[in-house]
């Protein structure tokens, strides 16, 4: 079984400063990770993916991640924010042995607060 | 439609009594995604479609909730009995294919709420 946790449920931080909302994750089985966001009133959608290959994944809106498998991390970064990134941040894993089923381990969530 | 969609977008029902929510996919993906969010938390896997058959329904809470897919499309999660403790946000994800790899698509989801 996986786990993941997100330390921090709350991240507040100026416009145009650089952000990392923190990932660990828990399992006895290679994974794959994932970033999900959630904005006001709206459904879940992928920021970005590990699957295998670089550490260093790159996602939307100017996101990037680092897999860090002897830390068992996979934070998330970005260099300078903007008030619209504002929102709901969540880490997700799965396990390579799920196969087929291929279901997400959510973590608990980040709220990113940019203000001005 | 062009994403997800689940219906109703909220409801409101009295303790003991019985509600159906219901998931239209993405037109074309076979795989089919149930997740429960509640106040302050991640989502939690309750059972996974693949095609019309229930693939994996390990993260049902109890034998009050049941999930069909009859048609290998619209699903309909169904909880008998609601207990106040059902109150949350009830998430549903599409993919194409059956692999991890592909991006899940959510839905909205259906707001819950049990007096």
């Known amino acids: 079984a996986q786990s993941v946790t997100q330390l921090d449920s709350q991240v507040p931080v100026f416009e145009e400063a650089p952000v990392e909302l923190r990932c660990n994750y828990s399992?006895?089985?290679?994974?794959?990770l994932f970033w999900y966001v959630q904005y006001p009133n709206q459904g879940l959608q992928l920021l970005l993916k590990?699957?295998?290959?670089s550490t260093l994944v790159k996602g939307i809106n100017g996101f990037e991640a680092e897999f860090n498998k002897s830390q068992t991390s996979f934070h998330l970064r970005k260099p300078s924010v903007h008030i619209s990134d504002t929102a709901e941040y969540f880490c997700?894993?799965?396990?390579w042995g799920t196969g087929t089923a291929s279901k997400l381990t959510f973590g608990t969530g980040t709220r990113l607060q940019v203000t001005l | 439609g062009a994403g997800v969609s689940q219906t109703p977008s909220n409801k409101v029902t009295e303790k003991g009594k019985y509600v159906e929510l219901r998931c239209d996919p993405i037109?074309?993906?076979?795989?089919l995604y149930w997740y429960r969010q509640s106040l302050g938390q991640g989502p939690e896997f309750l059972i996974y479609?693949?095609?019309?058959?229930?693939?994996?329904d390990s993260g049902l809470p109890n034998d009050r909730f049941f999930a069909v897919r009859p048609e290998g499309s619209v699903s309909t999660l169904k909880i008998q009995r609601t207990e106040r403790g059902d109150s949350a946000v009830y998430l549903c994800?599409?993919?194409?294919?059956?692999?991890?790899?592909?991006?899940?698509?959510f839905g909205e989801g259906s707001r819950l709420t049990v007096l």
């Open positions: 479609f693949q095609g019309t058959g229930a693939a994996d």
């Open positions: 994800a599409s993919r194409s294919g059956s692999g991890v790899t592909g991006e899940l698509f």
């Open positions: 037109s074309g993906h076979t795989a």
């Open positions: 590990y699957l295998s290959g």
């Open positions: 997700a894993v799965s396990d």
């Open positions: 399992s006895s089985v290679s994974v794959y």
